[in-house]
Each structure stands twice: as structure tokens, then as C-alpha cells.
DNA sequence: CAGTGAGCGAGCTTCCGCTTGACTT
């Protein structure tokens, strides 16, 4: 038995530490949080002092109770969870569940997981900050009574189900924000002109842009004929030195936006391979918010910058966390060995880690030196009234860090035109080849991807490393969001064009408008959100967060006491549950959108048991109104009487088949024929409105032909059970359960017989069930 | 899985932050 017990959160962590010390140590992980409040009365026992109810979750007993063996015959427990106010919660509960004795139990920390700092933490052990705890334990039950009291209002007032919470409603009202900001958005149109001109000397042509912009055509179009046949020269020529400066390494949240940008990943993507290099041993901690990297690994970036690219090249760097939220227990996201610039693995693996190499290594080097230039182009011509065109370039004159990496960026303007240009002085004439004078318009401010969405979050100090991603995925699983690509509509330009002696101008088109994995406000996030925002603005407001965190310091600095401030917040917050509860409305979000064109009936959309859905009025009170279902990507807020009379519009009766009438509807999986009991989905090429008789009998029959190669058996013993071909290869089916194939048999799956078939049943019924089984709806 | 929207009532849902897991219908 060993004498010293060192327990860790993460194994990972705890594999490297045991290599550090020497075997009279063991260090065990408890793999995060061991203990949580319980279910039961919300887990809290408010009119006794807030006092939690905490318990073991099934999923950590076993950790739990080989951690007690393990203390118990120990001489000594070292806790050594991380510095921050999660990580010692989780000590002090090892402590209280382990029942480990004061005298032979010390609290250590540190900040990166090197020897040095190993060694050094162990030399200099500290008891458990009781404040530090309490600051958790508010924390903790500050989350839980606003979700579960929020949370059951919804049921009552909306829609069973749904959940709110300070992270994850704040996150929705960003999105329903932005979205209302692009739809009242009015797009305003100015001209941009560029001119092309030809050096003649040096035969080099380039491009130069009028810093005014014209704000209608005829202006546009007046300046055009002021150029045309005036000279053109150079007035002035400025160059001034420049530099760029690498950004710093990598948090959860920059990597997440940065690996969205340059490598297309969500952000629940770039967690799971961040946490394969991490478990490989590649990199250091994903999960951090620290810019931080520790003395070890400057001197060993430095290395290995000035073995690669030469000493010129380095410079060491330490960069300051500007994240008010930060809790800094771990370091930047580094590799673990500078002098891998690339490791095995998979496509993704590969790039990610190519990814957080350089931008760990570029932030060591030295800045890129520029040289800046803008030439001042005169126009002689004593009509116009503009004076002079600018021509702006760059040129690099030393590397720096652009050698390994640039930082992408979200602005989605591509205009820039930094090309090379010409040698050219004061007074050199200029010949101008063609000026163009383009209509450009505004943008409204851009839809959230899931990484901008976390750099927002942030910045707000909303969520933590360890959330952004959960947060994201629980506000599309409730159906409050959906990321979604969606088609641009086109959009007509003007564009003038004075080429030598000639003016021309063309109407153009561009396509505009059009998204992809950006996220969209569902009709019920918008709904829920509103009803939040009228009946707990202090919750949802954006300085919530940051507002209750600075009384979370408090506590953690002793000046406050924790359950005075949890009594303060709740008082008012219950007061208002309870009156919502009695006197809201329940939410429907009905709006009339106008009268039918022929009967003059009332139309109006609303949020329905099943979604939202436009309804033509009841003729009489014997009859009954018309309901249509919205469709994906249509809205309660922006649908038109227009769009709401093309929803009557289906089902289609669109002739017989085998004697029998074929239907033609829209549904939740997209337009489909209803032919006898079977559904056949339409394909895209074809438009529900038009589809014929002919042409649907061709679906009906391709899909019938697919589903004959689909069945691969059916057994004499239970027509029930069949073997048929899918998405991963051949299954078994019993009325509505699949059950697995085992590979070995996927080639001879015709041949697998009844006896065989049931004992797969078995065997896949019995394997514990994944993720998708776990998760509940 | 493919059109539902009445009303009643039982029994269910839900938070945020630490960690990784065994799996894919």
C-alpha cells in the first residue's frame, strides 16, 4: 500500500503525476464533481438555511468507494483538484464523502502539470478555503432554483419539457436578438468607386479606391463624367512602417472559434478531438481559460523556434488573461512537446493539432514587420469636385510569426485589395484604364455561428470552458435554435463603368442573404424568450452573470455571508414564480395575419400543441376551422398572408393509382405522396405544387423497387422478424425494434437463421445502450 | 415518421459545472 494517496480530476492527469513522483505516491482521479444535490425537494432545503442535499450519483459510486478503500490505508490524501472555486468544492466533498481525517489530509494546487510545479505544490500543502466552497455551494444552488423553478413555469405556461436557466436562456435571447436585428434591418445602397490605373514604366497595373462613397447613382454617375478624358497623377507617396503581433495561445473558447473558422469544426467536434489529443497525450488541458504557458514550455518553444526557423524568429512572450471570468487553474491549450510539429491520427486529429502547434508556437515568435504605403492619385479635372483616388498596399518586410500562422477572422467582408504596387514618385503621370462605380450595401449584423455564439458568452462571462459546448447542444435539443444552412435570394445592383472615352452602366444581380451553420430562433425560443424577458428580466439580463459572480467573490473573500446572499435572490425571485404561475396568460403567440382573399375569413397563426400553425376561422359555430402546419424554416414572426394561403394549398388529390387516390402533402420530413397506408417521399427536383399523376406513380414505383433490395429475408418461423439493409449494414427488425448484426455475419447475412437471429436479439438487447439510448427527450 | 390543434388528468420533464464513458438504426 502506498503512503500517499494524491487524488486528481482528470486520469489523464493522474497518469502524468505519477510519473513525476516517486512510488511512494498514488495518484488516483475522482473524475470531476463526485457528489451533487439531489433530486428530491430540488435538493435544497430552503426554510433550513438553504441547506443542500447532496448525494452520490449512481455513476460515481464505484470511483467513490475505491477512493475510500484507497484513503484509508493511506498515510496521507492529497487533494489536488484544481485551483479554482469548482475544484475546491470538489476537495471538500472528497473530504466529507471519504470521511478522511484533518491531520493526514493537505490540500495542494497548481497551475500546470510539469515537475517543478508538481514538486513544489506537494512542499507547500494548505488546508481547504471554506469560503472558497461556499462560493461554490451559491453557486451550485443559485443554478439549480432558478432552472427548477423556471423551468415548471414553462410547463405550466408554454410547453411541457422546456427548461430555462442563467446560461442557457441568456444564450437563446442572444440569438432571438440578433435575428429580430436582420429582420427589421433595411439595407441602404452606396457607390463604390475603384479605378485601375497603368504605370507606364514599370507597365504594372493596380488598383485605387475613392475614400468617399456616392450615395445615389446620379451622383455616381456625375463624378464618372468629371473623369472622363481628365489626366491622372501621382500627388504624394506615403510609406510608414508597420507590425503585426501574434495572438495568444489558445483558451476552450478561441480554439473553438478558431477551429470553426479555419477547419469547419462545431464546437462539440473540436472538443472531442481536443480531448482525443489530450488523452493521447499531444496537448495539454482543453478545458481552460488561461492564456498562460508555463516556464517549461516558453523555454521549450524558444528552443525549438530558434532550431526551425533561427534565433531572429523568437521571442518570448507571456500573455495576460483579459477574461474578467477567468478562474486560470489550468494553462493554455499547448502541445505537450514543441518539437512535434506533427503527430499520427485521423484527418481531423491531424489538422486540430496542426492547428494549436502553430498558434502555440507563433505566439513565441517575433512580430512581422510592414511597410506601409497609400499613393495619392490627383484628378485633373476641374469639374469633379473629388480630389484624389488612394492606392493602399503592404509589403512584409519581415516574417515574423506569419511565417506559421495567421488568426482567421469573422468579418465577412472579402473586399480588401492589398496587392503589390508600383514604384512610383510625386508628379509621375498616370494613364487610367477604367473606373467602375459599384453598388454596394449594408449588411446587418451577421447570424451567430455555435463559435461566435461562445465568444459572446464569454465575453459576457456567460458559461464556462467546460458548458460552451453542453450550452450549445442543449438549446438545439430543446428546440429553442437550430443551426441551419439556408438559399440567399438574389438581388439586383447597378454598376457604371467609364472604360477610355465610353460610359456604360448594367443592371446586375448578386445573390445575397445566404447562411450556412449559422443559427436561427425557432418559433418556441422566440416565445419562451419573450415570456422570460416579461416576467423575469433579471434573470435574463445580459449582466446577470456578472452581477451575481461579483457576490460570489465576496463569499469567497469571507466578506459575505452565503446563504444571506441566496436569501436576498431568492425572496423576490419566488415571489414572482409564484405570481406568474397564478395571473400569466398561457402563450400561443397568436397573430392575425389578414382575411382570406374569396371568404373573407380571419387568418391567424399560432403556437399549437405540435408547433406553430395557420388556421382560416370557422365559417359558423357548427363548423370546424382549417389548420395548416408551418414548414421548416418558415416563422410565426415573419410568415405573410401570402405564404400563410400556400399552406391551404396542400394536401394535393393528384389523380389514381392501382384504383386508388395518391395525396400529395407537405410534412415535418418534407413533401411526400400518401398512396393507400405508405408514404413516398418527393424528391427534390420536384416542386409538391406541380407534381402530376405520372410522375408520382415513377416515385412510388423507384421507392417500392429500393424496398424490395432492402428486405433481405423475412423467417417462415415469425413473419414479424426481418433481415434487412441499411445505413450501417444488414439489421434485424421485429415490428418497431432493430436490433444489432454482429460484423462477422454481415456478409452472409441471408443465410443467418431464426435460432441465430434470436440469440442476436438477445445479445443486443443486453449491450448497455449508447448515447442515443441514454439520452432523453 | 408523414397531420394533429377539444378537455380532463396522471406522470413525466428541468439547472450549471466538474469529469469520461461505450456506442452508434
Known amino acids: 500500500m502506498a503512503k500517499n494517496l494524491v487524488i486528481v480530476e482528470s486520469p489523464a492527469k493522474a497518469k502524468t503525476i505519477e510519473g513525476f513522483l516517486g512510488s511512494e505516491f498514488t495518484v488516483k482521479s475522482c473524475y470531476g464533481h463526485i457528489r451533487d444535490l439531489a433530486k428530491e425537494h430540488n435538493g435544497v432545503d430552503i426554510e433550513n438555511g438553504f441547506k443542500p442535499i447532496y448525494e452520490v450519483p449512481d455513476d460515481k459510486k464505484q470511483v467513490v468507494s475505491e477512493l475510500k478503500k ?11 483538484s484544481d485551483e479554482d472555486r469548482e475544484g475546491e468544492a470538489i476537495s471538500w466533498h472528497l473530504a466529507e464523502v471519504l470521511n478522511l481525517d484533518h491531520s493526514k489530509t493537505k490540500r495542494i494546487v497548481f497551475h500546470e502539470i510539469t515537475k517543478p510545479a508538481i514538486l513544489k505544490a506537494i512542499a507547500n500543502p494548505r488546508i481547504i478555503n471554506q469560503d472558497l466552497v461556499n462560493a461554490q455551494q451559491a453557486r451550485r444552488i443559485l443554478d439549480r432554483i432558478v432552472g427548477f423553478e423556471l423551468s415548471p413555469v414553462l410547463w405550466k405556461k408554454v410547453k411541457p419539457s422546456l427548461s430555462a436557466g442563467r446560461v442557457q436562456s441568456v444564450a437563446v435571447r442572444l440569438i432571438v436578438e440578433r435575428e429580430r436585428e436582420i429582420t427589421d434591418f433595411n439595407a441602404d445602397s452606396s457607390f463604390r468607386v475603384v479605378a485601375v490605373f497603368h504605370d507606364k514604366k514599370e507597365n504594372k497595373h493596380f488598383k485605387a479606391e475613392l475614400p468617399k462613397r456616392f450615395k445615389t447613382e446620379a451622383e455616381a454617375n456625375a463624378f464618372l463624367e468629371a473623369c472622363r478624358g481628365a489626366g491622372f497623377h501621382v500627388d504624394k507617396v506615403e510609406t510608414k512602417p ?21 477547419l469547419g469544426f462545431s464546437v462539440a467536434q473540436t472538443m472531442a478531438v481536443a480531448q482525443k489529443l489530450y488523452e493521447a497525450g499531444h496537448i495539454t488541458y482543453m478545458r481552460t481559460d488561461s492564456v498562460n504557458l508555463s516556464e517549461l514550455a516558453l523555454e521549450a518553444a524558444k528552443e525549438e523556434i530558434e532550431k526551425a526557423y533561427g534565433k531572429e524568429f523568437s521571442k518570448t512572450r507571456k500573455y495576460n488573461t483579459k477574461t474578467a471570468s477567468a478562474q486560470e487553474a489550468h494553462e493554455a491549450i499547448r502541445p505537450t512537446y514543441f518539437n512535434k510539429h506533427s503527430i499520427a491520427g485521423d484527418g481531423s486529429d491531424k489538422r486540430l493539432y496542426d492547428l494549436i502547434w502553430k498558434r502555440a508556437i507563433a505566439s513565441q515568435m517575433s512580430d512581422a514587420a510592414l511597410e506601409k504605403t497609400v499613393i495619392h492619385i490627383a484628378i485633373d479635372s476641374a469639374a469633379s469636385t473629388e480630389k484624389e483616388f488612394l492606392a493602399s498596399g503592404e509589403v512584409i518586410k519581415f516574417e515574423g510569426f506569419l511565417k506559421v500562422y495567421l488568426e482567421g477572422t469573422d468579418d465577412e467582408n472579402e473586399d480588401a485589395d492589398d496587392g503589390l504596387l508600383p514604384d512610383v514618385k510625386a508628379g509621375d503621370s498616370l494613364e487610367m484604364e477604367q473606373i467602375t462605380a459599384t453598388e454596394k450595401f449594408t449588411r446587418a449584423a451577421p447570424r451567430y455561428t455555435e463559435a461566435s455564439l461562445v465568444k459572446k458568452l464569454e465575453e459576457l462571462g456567460i458559461g464556462r470552458p467546460s458548458t460552451y459546448a453542453p450550452t450549445i447542444s442543449t438549446i438545439q435539443k430543446r428546440g429553442y435554435v437550430v443551426k441551419e444552412d439556408r438559399v440567399g435570394r438574389e438581388r439586383k445592383y447597378q454598376e457604371i463603368i467609364l472604360s477610355g472615352n465610353e460610359i456604360s452602366t448594367s443592371t446586375l444581380t448578386e445573390n445575397t442573404g445566404a447562411e450556412k451553420s449559422k443559427l436561427f430562433p425557432t418559433d418556441i425560443g422566440s416565445l419562451v424568450n419573450d415570456f422570460l424577458i416579461e416576467h423575469f428580466d433579471g434573470i435574463m439580463d445580459y449582466s446577470f452573470t456578472a452581477n ?12 459575505k455571508s452565503w446563504t444571506s446572499m441566496l436569501q436576498k435572490f431568492y425572496g423576490p425571485f419566488h415571489k414572482t414564480v409564484d405570481k406568474t404561475i397564478d395571473e400569466a396568460d398561457r402563450v400561443t403567440g397568436e397573430r ?21 400553425f395557420a388556421q382560416i376561422a370557422a365559417k359558423s359555430e357548427d363548423d370546424k376551422p382549417t389548420y395548416a402546419s408551418l414548414r421548416a424554416g418558415q416563422s410565426m414572426e415573419t410568415l405573410t398572408l401570402e405564404e400563410a394561403l400556400d399552406l391551404f394549398k396542400m394536401p394535393r388529390m393528384i389523380g389514381e393509382f392501382e384504383g386508388t387516390e395518391m395525396k400529395v402533402a407537405i410534412g415535418r420530413f418534407g413533401p411526400y405522396i400518401q398512396h393507400q397506408k405508405a408514404f413516398y417521399s418527393i424528391p427534390k427536383e420536384d416542386d409538391p405544387y406541380q407534381i402530376n399523376q405520372d410522375r408520382a406513380i415513377e416515385v412510388i414505383l423507384a421507392k417500392r423497387k429500393a424496398d424490395s433490395e432492402k428486405l433481405i429475408k423475412v423467417f417462415n418461423e415469425d413473419q414479424e422478424l426481418q433481415v434487412l439493409n441499411g445505413r450501417w449494414g444488414p439489421y434485424l427488425k421485429k415490428g418497431k ?15 443467418i437463421t431464426f435460432e441465430e437471429a434470436l440469440d442476436m436479439m438477445e445479445k443486443s438487447a443486453a449491450a448497455p445502450k449508447g448515447r442515443r439510448g441514454k439520452a432523453k427527450k
Open 70 to 80: 484507497l484513503a484509508k490505508s493511506a498515510e496521507t490524501v492529497w487533494l489536488a
Open 242 to 262: 508597420g507590425k503585426r503581433t501574434p495572438a495568444a495561445p489558445f483558451t476552450t473558447s478561441t480554439l473553438q472559434q478558431e477551429a470553426s473558422r479555419k
Open 548 to 559: 451575481v459572480e461579483k457576490e460570489f467573490d465576496e463569499i469567497a473573500e469571507g466578506l
Open 592 to 612: 392575425e395575419l389578414g382575411v382570406h382573399p374569396e371568404s373573407g375569413l380571419p387568418i391567424t397563426v399560432r403556437m399549437g400543441r405540435y408547433g406553430p
Open 737 to 751: 425494434d432493430n436490433f444489432k448484426i454482429p460484423k462477422t455475419r454481415h456478409e452472409d447475412a441471408a443465410k
